[in-house]
């Protein structure tokens, strides 16, 4: 019994050293996110969300933040009343929607 358990926990650890990695990882990308909306090279979120809500139909339910082609962008998706999911990619440094993809 005890060596199955020993096994079993063997096995396991490589999972909870990826996880520890990518926790470590996901903490520098905001510590880099951060560092960048300070220097005032993109806008925080909250100054994007402001500069599109008459111009995003839906409810936002998630938002990234990637580097496309170089550009800075968050991407919103929205979850529409009429059920529909839509992603907008918005220019992080001008608020300018780039793109909008429905995903339906």
Excluded: C, S, W
Aim: hydrophobic fraction near 40%; charge should be negative; aromatic fraction near 6%.
């Amino acid at each position: 019994m005890f060596r199955i358990l020993a096994i079993a926990l063997l096995a396991f650890m490589p999972l909870a050293a990826q996880a520890d990695d990518d926790h470590d990882e996901d903490r520098e990308e905001r510590r880099k996110l951060n560092a960048a909306i300070e220097r005032g090279e993109i806008l925080p979120l909250t100054e994007i969300l402001a500069r599109t809500e008459n111009r995003i139909e839906g409810r936002v339910v998630e938002i990234e933040f990637e580097h496309e082609d170089g550009r800075p962008v968050y991407e919103i998706y929205v979850l529409r009343q009429d059920g529909r999911r839509l992603e907008y990619e918005i220019d992080a440094r001008t608020g300018e929607i780039l793109d909008l993809d429905d995903d339906d």
